[in-house]
């Protein structure tokens, strides 16, 4: 768990991290978010084989997993085979956490090549019009 804050994901540049996770676990990636209006994007690959993911919303640190919002259904992936990308809109303060789920997997570790954007609406204010 490495918890991430915007400001550490627009430091990333276009670099790519890797996850290592072991059969019958999964790994988290939470994101504390204090400005709506982002747009959180990720790109990832896994080797060797599929891997499950899902992205859930915590609107505080204390607030168990299980009844957080569910924003994207743990749904198994072919990243093995394509890049998946994916984005979510922050629509609320609080914690975006990213699952990589390798709990079906009961003998193989995976490992998960990702790495993670986050932009700013851009907002037009009219301030170059003539």
């Known amino acids: 768990k490495l918890p991430l804050t915007v400001e550490e994901i627009m430091n990333f540049g276009e670099s790519n991290r890797e996850l290592f996770i072991k059969s019958s676990t999964y790994s988290i990636i939470p994101i504390t978010v204090t400005e709506m209006g982002l747009t959180i994007s990720w790109i990832f690959s896994s080797d060797p084989k599929s891997i499950s ?18 924003l ?13 990308r994916g984005q979510v809109k922050v629509r609320n303060a609080g914690i975006y956490t990213l699952i990589f789920d ?8 995976k490992r998960v090549f990702y790495h993670l954007a986050v932009e700013r609406p851009v907002i037009y204010d009219g301030s170059d019009f003539p």
């Open 53 to 70: 993911f899902s992205v859930v919303y915590q609107e505080a640190e204390d607030t168990p997993l299980d009844q957080c919002k569910v």
């Open 102 to 109: 390798n709990t079906f997997s009961r003998f193989i570790s």
């Open 72 to 84: 994207i259904p743990m749904t198994r992936c072919n990243s093995h085979k394509e890049t998946i």
